[in-house]
Nanobody, 127 residues
């Protein structure tokens, strides 16, 4: 599985970014997908997830109402629209694939259930 994240950058607080992630090496439309983020010294945090048919989504409380996850199965691409960014959103953002939609995702995303980690894309939000 090959994953390539892009779209990160430096933005002022209140600004927006749109992350993209292309996935190859698996049947894209058969996998749930998720975005994670990580800062130095902290565990990888699940941010948002989307089911195969994108009618089910999950958002961490910290990003709910500000971030929107979407997917284009034809383009094999996952997106994360990030609005009203805050300095605490600063992190390295990763996308990954899960073979199923977890019914207990409301309890949080578990990184060990995902595969295909890329190099990540850095998001830095200045105050």
């Amino acid at each position: 599985v090959q994953v390539v994240e892009s779209g990160g950058g430096l933005v002022q607080a209140g600004g927006s970014l749109r992350l993209s992630c292309t996935v190859s090496g698996l049947t894209f439309q058969d996998y749930a997908l998720g975005w994670f983020r990580q800062t130095p010294g902290k565990e990888r945090e699940g941010v948002a997830a989307i089911s195969t048919t994108p009618d089910r989504t999950y958002y961490a409380d910290s990003v709910k109402g500000r971030f929107a996850i979407s997917r284009d199965n034809f383009k094999r691409t996952l997106y994360l629209q990030m609005n009203n960014l805050k300095p605490e959103d600063t992190a390295l953002y990763y996308c990954a694939a899960d073979s199923i939609w977890r019914r207990d995702v409301r309890r949080g995303m578990r990184a060990f259930e995902y595969r295909g980690w890329g190099q990540g894309t850095q998001v830095t939000v200045s105050a």
